[in-house]
Nanobody, 126 residues
């Protein structure tokens, strides 16, 4: 069982930056692939970024490539999402998710993930 708690959301102007954090419980954090997803009002929950258990492989959605960076610190059981050059269309609730590294489900598919945080709101003003 993994419990995830996100933090770091807030209100920022377009062009600004935010860093989200997701703290995980448990002692086997490195055995989980971690992902970030986001959901805007009235829309589906979309893939943003993911990172392998070791941190050596990263994945990004097309809309955030070159602007967002995912990273993890396995000693701190924490995954981060550095968001730069934010746009109003990045406004959403951002969720952290985890799945075993042994899972064969798609990294980009929200249904592949077994554990979810409660979400943190990111609002980008124009």
């Amino acid at each position: 069982q993994v419990q995830l708690v996100e933090s770091g959301g807030g209100l920022v102007q377009a062009g600004g930056s935010l860093r989200l954090s997701c703290a995980a419980s448990g002692r086997t954090f490195s055995r989980y692939r971690m992902g970030w997803f986001r959901q805007a009002p009235g829309k589906e929950r979309d893939f943003v970024a993911a990172i392998s258990g070791s941190g050596g492989i990263t994945y990004y959605g097309d809309s955030v490539k070159g602007r967002f960076t995912i990273s993890r610190d396995n000693a701190k059981n924490t995954v981060y999402l550095q968001m730069n050059s934010l746009k109003p269309e990045d406004t959403a609730v951002y969720f952290c998710a985890a799945v075993s590294t042994y899972s064969i489900g798609s990294t980009y598919d929200r249904t592949s993930y077994d554990y979810w945080g409660q979400g943190t709101q990111v609002t980008v003003s124009s």
